[in-house]
């Protein structure tokens, strides 16, 4: 009889041709277990950078198999187990995420070897809202390295390759369902590079929460599209986890659920059926509040029926500035899982980045496809103010069932190019290009104020003395023109003429307005900005810092004046050791503030943030405040508990918090007093508090203190030197960049004043 055999290297081939890479071949595996009605999936590394000691273990609480599941479904390449039926897992009805059979070849591109131990769920049927328990376990071993030694397939029963038997359950026993895993040894080892590389893949593998979830109350000026997006074809359902551990575990990085920090907010939603489009723009408060001509924009427009997938998708912008690297992007999911390139750094499928280098002095042409007629009128120059993708941080999402144009790449990084997804990248592009011309809209009657304005001030700055600063002047002369004004009204309406009161009261208006505008020049700032004033503001400390060295080597000096005429005395010996001591704590000092500096100022310091340990940061600042804290008598008490951390944060930003904070609380604190601080976490929010005695903060006018430039110190301190009014303008920046607040509050009853911080820990 004459037949087809199979080439055992079938399995080489296939793997590296299916799975592109060792992050593709975990996400199948991971896939796997949610289309078996996991609710937890837990991908554990051990030894990865030793590809010989190296495993990784999948483990999964979901519907598990059976003898004839593994034989039918694992074993059996290309199988139709996902195309049957209709198409959805057994018990929670979730969209199947794989169809074509091929997924545990990742298992063969991960290792050598593969050990498999799963039990069954025991009569699980649809609509169940957990999984029964199970009632056998299957153990088997897949040995791809004896397979390969083999010529075909046909050989393997043989072999002792492949091993399998069934483990029926005592009576009584008690077993959760659910597979494991367990890939070993590593096909290779895992390079720093290979693992950098899966982690940041790992926290995008799923949407942040903030993409799909429920956005805080009033965060945007007008309503969206959805309350939460859709983001899978299911039933119902649990919910699904993903949990990285050993080697694998994901670092604490700033993924932004705090929506605050967006200056626009988009969403749009198109359903193939019935070829309806919706997208909905708005501003966030603070955009509105910062451009009050800014306004967000709707529309609905009708498309040919299946002229494209189903999807939605949710879009934040940052004006000005741009998200944390690990998170910007608009990336694609299918079934909530990512799919890769799109969104990635070094891709560019929406065409943002390549606009951003060439922009030009045009219109944005995209947005005549809107069919709306109170589209915002084009501005010409509007392409100038084009961002990146790093401005963006979105999440597109798409079902399988209602995207049939869009094919997945045999690797898996991608979908076939075709005009189903040119559909999707045109709209979504359509939709950032919406909030650019909506952003320049609002900005543009503020930047022709602006430039008039930087024209007046040019004129006062002509006129101001070396005394006198130009917005001192301006200030000046704008309320006095004002008080003259009102002068003239207030005898107009006691002669009776209240023509001439009318008159005059105008023209009072524009110079009450320039004193009011001055007045509120310092908002938040850009990023830059921010980071470039923590780095003047913790340089400034060490300055400080250096000068109480000096202080402190000036005494030194003496001592060892003191000890030259009594070299011979056995005075001479004490008084050499008391400089010699002295003189090692000045070192251990200067080390101290430099490895702050470094660790606060370098690269590492700033590449991501983490959960920082609040009491231990708190410590690391103390030092900078340790000499004159002692030459006055001040006690400081740290009462942060140790356990307490942070949400994720630079080290710099919250040294830059504390320093401030201690900064100010030291000049103010009157000899022999006392500094205290501490912290609770209550309802998802981190608060910390900076008591002191000594000066007191009129808590109804202690806004002001937080503007740029407002120097709270009068004289400068011999060891502190004069304040540059930044401090609380730059702890502001940093607190309000996590969506919190901060603010002088009503002091315990032992300390004249507090001030208070508060960040959530979301």
């Given at each position: 009889m004459?037949?087809?055999?199979?080439?055992?290297?079938?399995?080489?081939e296939l793997?590296?041709?299916?799975?592109?890479?060792?992050?593709?071949?975990?996400?199948?595996?991971?896939?796997?277990?949610?289309?078996?009605?996991a609710?937890?999936?837990?991908?554990?590394?051990?030894?990865?950078?030793?590809?010989?000691?190296?495993s990784?273990?999948?483990?999964?609480?979901?519907?598990?198999?059976?003898?004839?599941d593994?034989?039918?479904?694992?074993?059996r390449?290309?199988?139709?187990?996902?195309?049957?039926?209709?198409?959805?897992?057994?018990?929670?009805g979730?969209?199947?995420?794989?169809?074509?059979?091929?997924?545990r070849?990742a298992?063969?591109?991960?290792?050598?070897?593969?050990?498999?131990r799963?039990?069954?769920?025991?009569?699980a049927?649809?609509?169940?809202?957990?999984?029964p328990?199970?009632?056998?376990?299957?153990?088997?071993?897949?040995d791809?390295?004896?397979?390969?030694?083999?010529?075909?397939?046909d050989?393997?029963?043989?072999?002792?390759?492949?091993l399998?038997?069934?483990?029926?359950?005592?009576k009584?026993?008690?077993?959760?369902s659910?597979?494991?895993?367990?890939?070993?040894?590593?096909?290779?080892a895992?390079?720093?590079?290979?693992i950098?590389?899966?982690?940041?893949?790992?926290?995008?593998?799923a949407p942040?929460?903030?993409?799909?979830?429920k956005l805080p109350?009033?965060?945007?000026?007008?309503?969206?599209?959805?309350?939460?997006v859709?983001?899978?074809?299911q039933?119902?359902?649990?919910?699904?986890?993903?949990?990285?551990s050993?080697?694998?575990?994901?670092?604490?990085?700033?993924?932004?659920?705090v929506?605050?920090?967006?200056g626009?907010i988009?969403?749009?939603?198109f359903?193939?059926?019935?070829?309806l489009?919706?997208?909905?723009?708005?501003?966030?408060?603070a955009?509105?509040?910062?451009y009050?001509?800014?306004a967000?924009?709707?529309?609905?427009?009708?498309?040919?029926?299946?002229?494209?997938?189903?999807?939605r998708?949710?879009?934040?912008?940052?004006?000005g500035?741009?998200?944390?690297?690990?998170v910007?992007?608009?990336?694609v999911f299918?079934?909530?899982?990512?799919?890769?390139p799109?969104?990635?750094?070094?891709?560019?499928?929406?065409?943002?980045?390549?606009?951003y280098?060439?922009?030009?002095?045009?219109?944005?042409?995209?947005?005549?496809?809107?069919?709306?007629?109170?589209l915002?009128e084009?501005?010409?120059?509007?392409?100038?103010?084009?961002?990146?993708?790093?401005?963006?941080?979105?999440a597109?999402f798409?079902?399988?069932?209602?995207?049939?144009e869009?094919?997945?790449?045999?690797?898996?990084?991608?979908?076939?190019?075709?005009?189903?997804?040119?559909?999707?990248?045109?709209?979504v592009?359509?939709?950032?290009?919406?909030?650019?011309?909506?952003g320049?809209?609002?900005?543009?009657?503020?930047k022709?104020?602006?430039?008039?304005?930087?024209?007046?001030?040019?004129?006062?700055?002509k006129?101001?003395d070396?005394?006198?600063?130009?917005?001192?002047?301006?200030?000046?002369?704008?309320?006095l023109?004002?008080a003259?004004?009102?002068?003239?009204?207030?005898?107009?309406?006691?002669?009776?003429?209240?023509?001439?009161?009318?008159?005059?009261?105008?023209?009072?208006?524009?110079?009450?307005?320039?004193?009011?505008?001055?007045s509120?020049?310092f908002?938040?700032?850009a990023?830059?900005w921010?980071?470039?004033?923590?780095l003047?503001?913790?340089?400034?400390?060490?300055?400080?810092?250096?000068?109480?060295l000096?202080l402190e080597?000036?005494g030194?000096?003496?001592?060892?004046?003191d000890?030259?005429?009594?070299?011979?005395?056995?005075?001479?010996?004490?008084?050499?050791?008391?400089?010699?001591?002295n003189?090692?704590?000045?070192?251990?000092?200067?080390?101290r503030?430099?490895?702050?500096?470094?660790?606060?100022?370098?690269?590492?310091?700033?590449?991501?943030r983490?959960?920082?340990p609040?009491h231990?940061?708190?410590?690391?600042?103390?030092?900078?405040?340790?000499?004159?804290?002692?030459?006055?008598?001040?006690?400081?008490?740290?009462h942060?508990?140790?356990?307490?951390?942070?949400?994720?944060?630079?080290?710099?930003?919250?040294?830059?918090?504390?320093?401030?904070?201690?900064?100010?609380?030291?000049?103010?604190?009157?000899e022999?007093?006392?500094?205290r601080?501490?912290?609770?976490?209550?309802?998802?929010?981190?608060?910390v508090?900076?008591?002191?005695?000594?000066?007191?903060?009129?808590i109804?006018?202690?806004a002001?203190?937080?503007?740029?430039?407002?120097?709270t110190?009068?004289?400068?301190?011999?060891?502190?030197?004069?304040?540059?009014?930044m401090?609380?303008?730059?702890?502001?920046?940093?607190?309000?960049?996590?969506?919190g607040?901060?603010e002088f509050v009503?002091?315990?009853?032992?300390?004249?004043?507090?001030?208070?911080?508060?960040?959530?820990?979301?």
């Amino acid at each position: 009889m004459v037949a087809f055999t199979v080439d055992t290297k079938l399995f080489q081939e296939l793997g590296e041709l299916l799975v592109a890479k060792e992050s593709t071949a975990l996400t199948e595996l991971i896939k796997n277990s949610y289309d078996a009605d996991a609710t937890l999936v837990t991908v554990h590394g051990t030894n990865l950078k030793d590809g010989v000691n190296g495993s990784i273990i999948v483990t999964d609480d979901g519907s598990g198999m059976t003898q004839t599941d593994f034989e039918q479904g694992f074993l059996r390449i290309a199988g139709r187990t996902k195309v049957a039926s209709d198409r959805r897992s057994i018990v929670f009805g979730r969209r199947f995420t794989g169809e074509k059979g091929v997924g545990r070849l990742a298992a063969h591109k991960l290792a050598k070897r593969l050990a498999i131990r799963s039990s069954k769920s025991q009569g699980a049927k649809r609509g169940d809202v957990e999984l029964p328990e199970a009632v056998e376990t299957v153990v088997a071993s897949i040995d791809w390295d004896a397979i390969e030694e083999l010529e075909t397939l046909d050989q393997v029963p043989e072999s002792n390759a492949v091993l399998v038997k069934v483990e029926k359950l005592r009576k009584g026993q008690v077993t959760p369902s659910g597979t494991a895993l367990l890939m070993t040894p590593l096909r290779r080892a895992w390079t720093q590079r290979t693992i950098d590389s899966f982690l940041q893949e790992a926290v995008t593998l799923a949407p942040t929460p903030v993409l799909w979830d429920k956005l805080p109350e009033d965060i945007v000026t007008e309503p969206l599209l959805f309350q939460t997006v859709p983001v899978r074809d299911q039933l119902n359902d649990p919910g699904f986890r993903i949990q990285f551990s050993g080697d694998l575990e994901i670092p604490d990085v700033f993924s932004p659920d705090v929506a605050q920090a967006a200056g626009w907010i988009a969403e749009v939603e198109f359903e193939r059926t019935t070829g309806l489009l919706r997208v909905a723009v708005s501003p966030t408060k603070a955009t509105h509040f910062r451009y009050k001509d800014a306004a967000g924009f709707r529309f609905e427009q009708r498309l040919p029926k299946e002229c494209g997938p189903t999807f939605r998708a949710r879009i934040l912008q940052r004006s000005g500035s741009v998200w944390d690297p690990v998170v910007q992007g608009i990336r694609v999911f299918m079934e909530g899982f990512r799919v890769s390139p799109y969104g990635d750094l070094t891709d560019d499928w929406l065409g943002l980045d390549r606009d951003y280098k060439s922009r030009a002095r045009r219109r944005l042409s995209s947005l005549d496809r809107i069919e709306a007629e109170n589209l915002p009128e084009a501005n010409e120059t509007e392409e100038l103010v084009l961002q990146g993708s790093s401005a963006y941080m979105g999440a597109v999402f798409l079902q399988r069932s209602s995207s049939p144009e869009l094919q997945m790449l045999v690797n898996r990084e991608g979908f076939l190019a075709g005009p189903g997804l040119d559909f999707v990248a045109d709209w979504v592009r359509v939709t950032t290009d919406l909030i650019v011309r909506l952003g320049h809209s609002s900005r543009r009657e503020v930047k022709e104020v602006q430039r008039a304005d930087r024209k007046l001030q040019e004129a006062f700055a002509k006129r101001a003395d070396v005394g006198e600063s130009p917005s001192a002047l301006r200030v000046r002369e704008s309320a006095l023109a004002a008080a003259n004004q009102l002068d003239i009204v207030q005898a107009a309406i006691k002669s009776g003429d209240l023509k001439k009161a009318a008159a005059a009261a105008k023209a009072a208006q524009p110079h009450v307005a320039d004193v009011t505008a001055l007045s509120e020049e310092f908002g938040s700032e850009a990023v830059m900005w921010r980071v470039l004033a923590s780095l003047g503001t913790e340089l400034a400390a060490f300055v400080h810092e250096i000068n109480a060295l000096a202080l402190e080597a000036k005494g030194i000096v003496a001592d060892l004046d003191d000890a030259i005429p009594d070299v011979i005395a056995p005075a001479a010996l004490s008084k050499v050791r008391r400089a010699r001591k002295n003189a090692l704590e000045l070192a251990d000092r200067i080390r101290r503030n430099a490895i702050f500096l470094v660790d606060s100022t370098s690269f590492q310091g700033r590449r991501r943030r983490s959960r920082l340990p609040l009491h231990e940061r708190f410590e690391a600042v103390v030092p900078f405040f340790a000499t004159r804290m002692k030459q006055r008598g001040i006690v400081l008490e740290n009462h942060i508990a140790t356990d307490i951390r942070t949400p994720p944060m630079f080290p710099a930003e919250l040294a830059g918090i504390f320093t401030n904070l201690v900064s100010n609380a030291v000049k103010f604190t009157q000899e022999g007093g006392r500094i205290r601080t501490h912290a609770t976490m209550t309802k998802g929010v981190l608060a910390v508090i900076v008591e002191n005695t000594g000066a007191q903060v009129d808590i109804a006018k202690s806004a002001r203190l937080f503007e740029a430039f407002h120097s709270t110190t009068e004289r400068p301190d011999a060891v502190l030197g004069q304040g540059m009014g930044m401090g609380l303008t730059i702890a502001r920046a940093f607190v309000q960049e996590y969506g919190g607040t901060i603010e002088f509050v009503k002091p315990s009853a032992e300390f004249d004043t507090a001030i208070r911080f508060e960040v959530p820990l979301r």
